[in-house]
């Protein structure tokens, strides 16, 4: 290890030599979804960030296929493939061009995102010669299947990654029958955000969507998928006439979410805007009356954060997670549901439009979330780790419980 140690060193005074450290960023799809957003906050926050005494980043992302367009014309971004491979002999073509574009790249560090992106990465980036690896687990366990979760632990066990980030206490919990040599890899980052707040009326923002007018419009903010359980939001419609439904995002789900409205008769107010950069979210959040996230499987619900930030009232399913990162100095900024219970959901969504004393205390609060996850928290704490990696000083992953070691901007 020791020997390891020095090579990377050497190696990064070569480096420092020649230019700035270079990191690249491994997703699966190009799209607009949680993860890709927080890489893209990391990366553009290490690439432009102004510290004295501290390396300059070169930041590439790498995409194993083409999801959207919402990456294309972003600097030093790469993709192995158009579509996801669907044949034995398009998932070939795929790890060899993985391998050959991590070698073309040439990284100093590597960071790896959601389980596919930790496993087909790590492995593709060792074989590569890769010094640094740190992996994120950002997918939900009931997102991701019983071999590729033994797989991530074998490589865990081999060495495959130099640390492992987990973006909330629920998540930490979900590795602590794992052996300690991975554990002792894992390292809380809670996740920062960018404020969506904006300053423009309600109806003005929804004429930028075609939405309607003068109606209760609830929303979410998702990608089209059944793990996100959109249809207990839609089946709401049927129990609620007066409500009209309004989601950002775009998934494999879409047809079936339609299929659920036509066949309830509420089709006509249901209104599925597709994706969106990051920069229009806080348009539509303001085009909203409460913010709905059913989710039946989260590591930390960045959706729900960002509305409850920007002033949004919002109704969650009832998951520990989503409990642990709603919260404010131990007072909920948000109401829980089981969202599977149509009238459950429905009565929670209506006690925002009824208590309007317990909604304004839920968007005061929430509006405090930035102040608990920073970016600035988030990419420093990432700098952290890098440097701690490569031997540059920085902080170590620990094993202790995250509630005694969770990098937020106040500890900074």
């Not at 909203?288 to 059913?294: G, M, Q, R, T």
Request: neutral net charge; charged residues 20%; proline residues 6%.
């Amino acid at each position: 290890m020791l020997q390891r140690i020095e090579t990377i060193q050497a190696d990064m005074r070569k480096r420092k030599k020649a230019g700035p450290i270079r990191l690249l960023f491994i997703q699966t799809q190009a799209e607009m979804a949680g993860a890709q957003e927080i890489s893209r906050l990391i990366g553009e926050g290490l690439a432009h960030a102004e510290r004295i005494g501290e390396p300059e980043y070169e930041v590439h992302h790498l995409f194993f296929y083409r999801k959207t367009a919402a990456f294309d014309r972003w600097a030093n971004v790469h993709f192995c493939l158009e579509d996801s491979p669907r044949n034995p002999v398009s998932f070939m073509v795929f790890l060899w061009k993985l391998l050959r574009m991590i070698r073309r790249i040439q990284p100093d560090v590597l960071l790896t995102f959601q389980h596919y992106g930790n496993i087909f990465g790590a492995a593709a980036g060792r074989l590569a010669g890769v010094p640094v690896v740190i992996a994120n687990h950002v997918s939900a366990p009931a997102t991701v299947s019983p071999a590729a979760r033994r797989i991530d632990r074998v490589l865990g066990l081999l060495g495959a990654y130099d640390v492992i980030t987990v973006n909330s206490n629920e998540t930490w919990r979900n590795f602590q029958s794992y052996p300690a040599r991975y554990r002792r890899l894992l390292t809380h980052v809670p996740h920062g955000f960018e404020d969506k707040s904006v300053e423009i009326g309600r109806q003005e923002a929804r004429a930028l969507f075609g939405l309607p007018p003068g109606v209760l419009l609830i929303g979410s903010v998702a990608r089209l998928h059944p793990l996100k359980q959109l249809d207990a939001a839609v089946a709401v419609l049927a129990e609620r006439p007066a409500l009209h439904l309004a989601i950002a995002g775009q998934g494999p789900d879409e047809q079936r979410l339609r299929a659920i409205a036509d066949g309830l008769g509420v089709s006509d107010r249901l209104h599925l805007v597709g994706d969106m950069p990051p920069q229009k979210v806080g348009l539509f959040l303001a085009s909203l009356n409460a913010f709905v996230f059913p989710s039946l499987a989260e590591t930390f619900g960045l959706a729900a954060v960002e509305a409850a930030q920007a002033g949004v009232p919002v109704v969650a399913n009832d998951l520990p997670v989503l409990r642990e990162v709603l919260d404010v100095d131990g007072e909920p900024c948000a109401l829980f549901a089981n969202a599977a219970d149509t009238d459950d959901f429905a009565a929670c969504i209506d006690q925002v439009f009824q208590d309007h004393a317990a909604t304004a205390r839920m968007v005061v609060l929430g509006r405090r979330l930035a102040a608990r996850y920073s970016v600035a928290g988030m990419v420093d704490a990432y700098a952290g780790l890098i440097g701690q990696a490569l031997g540059r000083g920085g902080s170590a992953p620990v094993s202790r419980p995250p509630q005694s070691m969770a990098l937020h901007s106040s500890q900074r």
